[in-house]
């Protein structure tokens, strides 16, 4: 059975990125972005993925973290559709309810090739101190294009923005390590087009 793991590295004149995963790992990383608390969610999105992840960004964040946030979307995403292959035996779909304190938040996740992202959160929803939360979705947003995905999120309820941001990066996590994991009962591609 081949190795599900991929290196990229992305040099833009706003960013240098370099990012390994291994989709079957038990959720190691070493991650650093200059952003702080980026690196909290990434490293929890490693974990509860199960994904082994090292992360070395440098972005402008004299300017802010909004390219730093987009472009480690873009080659995670990038890195994850590389480790796939061609979806051979894997489940394909993941969901994730995933509570955090007072915040409940929803992700489903559908790696299709056929990318989009719906990201429902309403309006004034709360920033994490050192994160706005617009930034959650660009994330999301890099992420879904770049693996060519089918990618749901939705804030059900929540109060506060570190406990809305941890909540959707811990389902998204967990929704793809459901959706990327093999099943032994898959044979082949799993599509009646035979493609993914």
């Known amino acids: 059975m081949f190795a599900r793991t991929s290196h990229q590295n992305r040099q833009t004149a706003e960013t240098q ?6 989709l079957d790992g038990d959720g190691t990383s070493t991650i650093s972005t200059g952003i702080a608390f980026f690196d909290h969610m990434l490293t929890l999105f490693s974990r509860h993925g199960l994904f082994d992840l090292n992360i070395d960004a440098k972005g402008d964040l004299e300017v802010d973290s909004h390219h730093t ?59 994490a101190p050192n994160l706005p939360f617009t930034l959650v979705e660009e994330f999301c947003r ?9 990618i749901h999120v939705e804030l059900l309820y929540g109060r506060d923005g570190h406990h809305i941001a941890e909540a959707i990066f811990k389902g998204l996590a967990r929704a793809l390590r459901d959706a990327c994991e093999r099943d032994p009962r898959v044979k082949g591609i799993p599509s009646t087009k035979e493609a993914l």
């Open 17 to 22: 990125i370099d990012l390994t995963i291994d």
């Open 69 to 127: 946030v987009e472009d480690t979307g873009i080659t995670l995403g990038e890195a994850m559709r590389e480790a796939l292959g061609d979806k051979r035996g894997i489940r394909r779909y993941g969901c994730c309810y995933l509570p955090m304190d007072e915040t409940l938040a929803r992700v489903v996740v559908d790696l299709s090739n056929r990318p989009h992202l719906e990201f429902r959160a309403p309006l004034n929803t709360p920033s």
């Open 142 to 150: 890099a992420l879904a294009s770049n693996l060519r995905a089918n």
